[in-house]
């Protein structure tokens, strides 16, 4: 018996977790091929691979995923802006949160879903309300979590800052900001999570544009290896934005033992 | 003959401290009188201290001792302007280098019991901290003499409880304080660090000629590095006893045991 190489032992480490996803695709394709699944109902893995060769040749494809990348990134921008400045305003002023918390907490439990009828009424079915639908579910999230990070803040370092000179703005830049900044982080990752389901329902509900709305198309006309492609695409981009998220997090937080693996 | 002779330096740093207080182009420190004058403070209706009157001289070092409760951190963070004394007492007066104090003050530095070195800064950066653009060259020198030279980059994280109490001095050592309050800074770590640290404590107090004031729960602590020693019980100051035992003091020597015993037996004493 010989034990194996510590190479090697890293190769399978490596490749165990894709074994079932092969596996997988290998039966799908299986049972496509030999008619079993009807290619209506599920095509074949090929089909849809062939399917976006053919949109990413012709450009369609980049132009939707472009779209849909930018409507995702403006929700963020604004909806994550607001939840970070207002976040920062609560957590730091007493004044500021008496004033704003209490409305702020009543209305986060409103579902952002449950505001379509009402953002589309207002403000119609184009881009505006896709943004505004998209930054009301962002804000929250962002929104609580900096407000809680600042609160938690250990007051002993906020002590020990000031009784070394620190005050105003550099407490904020040297002491406050960064002890926050973990929760402000775990914010981030929920409003990424919450960002593609929202882009999902608002490109499904109407758009000319984007992943959803190629994806309903091809549904009307019954090309269901776009659908999938669609789909898979969502998925793609969902697991993108959590990579970048978890790499900012090992970045921004290399500090801590928890985040500092290579 | 060297401890002779660094005594008689700090002996006579003391007398002319005054002198050199006016203006020495070599020493960047001016040690630092404290002045308390009934000095009360109340939490709520309860009374933490009452009617504290004392004067150190600069370049003094003086540890407070008193079983916990007895106010003697409170002492320590009024003078660290982290605290506010009662106000209403009439004649209440607390000078820090003849100035009432009214907030942290540039010239006093406090060293807290836990390390609270910030653990998103290096060690570097942690020194550096409040530290203007030109004063950040310091920040290797007092490292060096702290013994963490080659640690400057490393996390906080990945420091003993001894290296950041190390940082943490050197933090307060950067800033030149004319005052350094040290509050039970040994209290978490074990025998040995402690000692190592007490004599490193000692050695910059030495070289620099700050004032100190040190509070500690361990008695032998306070005399092994204090030149004075003050037990506060129930707010008020029970005992000021002098110690004017040469340094490096020999913990076993027996007026060191003899003094030792005198402070202990007063703190134990069942009121």
Redesign the interface.
Known sequence: MSTPSPFRSRIAQALLPWIVPALILVVWQFSSETGWLSSRVLPAPSAVARAAYTLAATGELWLHVRVSAMRALSGLAVGGGLGLGLGLLTGSSRLAETLFDTTLQMVRNIPALALIPLIILWFGIEENAKLVLLSIGVFFPVYLNTYHGIRSVDPALIEMGRSYGLSGFALYREVILPGALPSILVGLRFALGLVWVLLIVSETISAQSGIGYMTMNAREFLQTDVVLLGILLYALLGKLADVIARGLERWWLRWSPAYARA | MLVDSTELERLSYLEHAHREFVGSPTRAPSAVTVELQSLSKHFGVRPVLQGISLAIAPGEFVAIVGQSGCGKSTLLRIL???EHADEDASGAAVKVNGRSQVG?Q?CT??M?Q?A?L?????VFENVA??LSQKDRVQVGTVLRQVGLADRGSD????LSGGQRQRVALA?ALV?RPGLLLLDEPLGALDALTRIEMQRLIEQVWQRDGFTAVLVTHDVPEAVALADRVLLIEEGRIALDVRVDLPRPRQRGHARFAALEAKVLDRVLREH
């Open positions: 660290a302007g982290l942290p540039e530095r406090l807290f836990e609270r910030l653990p998103w800064k290096t901290l409040g996390w906080p994280a990945v933090r800033h």
